[in-house]
């Protein structure tokens, strides 16, 4: 099992430019999230799928939109990318309930 | 509403002495808890979760966390640091929202490890 994959590990943009990030799991999870993470910030909830065909917005989703394409992937764009949304990007899944989550490898995306 | 505090965004201990990070956590309901462990430049691993079982929860590579409802704190202990515990750790609870279960996380930990 590949758990959670991202596509890609690295990306450097300039502002305006528009970017979407992959993000597959082979674990048959129904719930996916994507997170931002920033220095001292923690991991903040930008989108999340509770299962195929059901998204919600997070903590922080202003200038990201998201697909849940299948139960297997999950994906995040970026419209007009903006030097705030400069951050390292994680997707993870997990099992619907009070259940742990499995995290990808993470994106680093720098906006110019 | 839900919310995570951990006390200290860095701790320093010495290789071989103990480990503790702590966690306040708020909310409304029984919630569950959980501790993930960020080595630099890699995602998040499960150390531990709470989901209201026995109070004191033992995890991975020796680390456990005791559940105290009546201080809202989910401390991370450890007898004796190595010098790999050396990464960021994260307080994590989760709450059901509509049918949905939303975790939020603390802000981080920093756990330094001297030889």
């Known amino acids: 099992n590949a758990g959670v994959t991202q596509t890609p590990k690295f990306q450097v943009l300039k502002t305006g430019q528009s970017m979407t990030l992959q993000c597959a799991q082979d674990?048959?999870?129904?719930?996916m999230y994507w997170y931002r993470q920033d220095p001292g910030m923690g991991l903040r909830l930008i989108y999340y799928?509770?299962?195929?065909?059901?998204?919600d917005k997070g903590e922080v989703p202003n200038g990201y939109n998201v697909s849940r394409l299948n139960k297997r992937e999950f994906s995040l764009r970026l419209e007009s990318a903006a030097p705030s949304q400069t951050s390292v990007y994680f997707c993870?899944?997990?099992?619907?309930?009070?259940?742990?989550?499995?995290f990808g490898p993470g994106t680093r995306l720098t906006v110019l | 509403a839900q919310s995570v505090t951990q006390l200290d965004s860095h701790v320093s201990v010495s290789e071989g002495t103990p480990v503790l990070l702590r966690c306040n956590y708020s909310?409304?309901?029984?919630?569950?808890l959980f501790w993930y462990v960020q080595h630099p430049n890699k995602g998040l691993q499960l150390l531990l979760k709470?989901?209201?079982?026995?109070?004191l929860v033992k995890g991975i590579n020796g680390f456990e966390a005791e559940f105290k409802k009546s201080e809202t704190s989910f401390h991370l202990t450890k007898p004796s640091a190595h010098m790999s515990d050396a990464a960021e750790y994260f307080c994590v609870v989760t709450l059901s929202s509509g049918g949905s279960y939303i975790p939020t996380f603390g802000r981080g930990t920093s756990l330094i490890v001297h030889p």
């Open positions: 909310s409304s309901y029984s919630p569950s």
């Open positions: 709470y989901t209201s079982a026995a109070t």
């Open positions: 993870a899944s997990g099992k619907e309930g009070y259940n742990e989550q499995f």
């Open positions: 674990m048959n999870h129904n719930s």
């Open positions: 799928s509770a299962s195929e065909g059901t998204t």
